[in-house]
T-cell receptor, first 113, second 116 residues
Framework: LAKTTQPISMDSYEGQEVNITCSHN???????ITWYQQFPSQGPRFIIQGYKTKVTNEVASLFIPADRKSSTLSLPRVSLSDTAVYYC??????????????FGKGTKLSVKP | DTGVSQNPRHKITKRGQNVTFRCDPI?????LYWYRQTLGQGPEFLTY????????KSRLLSDRFSAERPKGSFSTLEIQRTEQGDSAMYLC??????????????FGPGTRLTVL
């Protein structure tokens, strides 16, 4: 499974757009990119997943360049409740890896008023 | 609520005691995963099942740990002779793995184990 690198921490203010970039230089052809959000004492919550180009849902956008060696999670107009740890992971489609996710330490986002 | 559920949410035990945790996955999800998370770290994979078959175990899973998913639905994780180093959050996740699809895992709230 491809290893990912992301900033340890980021600070932002309410109402700002936050972009968290993740590097995954060794991503395989079959790998897709998934982001999770985790609050203290809770399980990770699925945010968004993509393979290439751009994916958008009601919570976030995921930008993936053509070489797929990095990805950027974009959170529009963050609020205090977006303070959490954000994990970037890569994993295989069907026929790929056994499916277990390898989490790093994630990016601790702190949103200030 | 049709998400992944875990029981108990908190467990305090004395060193040397056995503990068992239960995970109920999202209905019809064929894969079930167990992870362990310690403070300041991301979750670490322990083991996973596809239906009732346990397909992989991490080397983190010592012989004191055993997991079952007898009917391919709920799963239990048992820790025998607990040690203080077992104190952690134990997370369960489930997914629906189909041919040609991605394997999006959905996590439960976790069971916080404290070994005194």
């Amino acid at each position: 499974l491809a290893k990912t690198t992301q900033p340890i921490s980021m600070d932002s203010y309410e109402g700002q757009e936050v972009n968290i970039t993740c590097s995954h230089n060794n991503i395989a052809t079959n790998d897709y990119i998934t982001w999770y959000q985790q609050f203290p004492s809770q399980g990770p919550r699925f945010i968004i997943q993509g393979y290439k180009t751009k994916v958008t849902n009601e919570v976030a956008s995921l930008f993936i360049p053509a070489d797929r060696k990095s990805s950027t999670l974009s959170l529009p107009r963050v609020s205090l409740s977006d303070t959490a740890v954000y994990y970037c992971l890569v994993g295989g489609r069907d026929g790929g890896s056994q499916g277990n996710l390898i989490f790093g330490k994630g990016t601790k986002l702190s949103v200030k008023p | 609520d049709t998400g992944v559920s875990q029981n108990p949410r908190h467990k305090i035990t004395k060193r040397g005691q056995n503990v068992t945790f239960r995970c109920d996955p999202i209905s019809e999800h064929n894969r079930l995963y167990w992870y362990r998370q310690t403070l300041g770290q991301g979750p670490e994979f322990l083991t996973y099942f596809q239906n009732e078959a346990q397909l992989e175990k991490s080397r983190l899973l010592s012989d004191r740990f055993s997991a079952e998913r007898p009917k391919g639905s709920f799963s239990t994780l048992e820790i025998q002779r607990t040690e203080q180093g077992d104190s952690a959050m134990y997370l369960c996740a489930s997914s629906l793995r189909l041919a040609g699809s991605t394997d999006t895992q959905y996590f439960g709230p976790g069971t916080r184990l404290t070994v005194l």
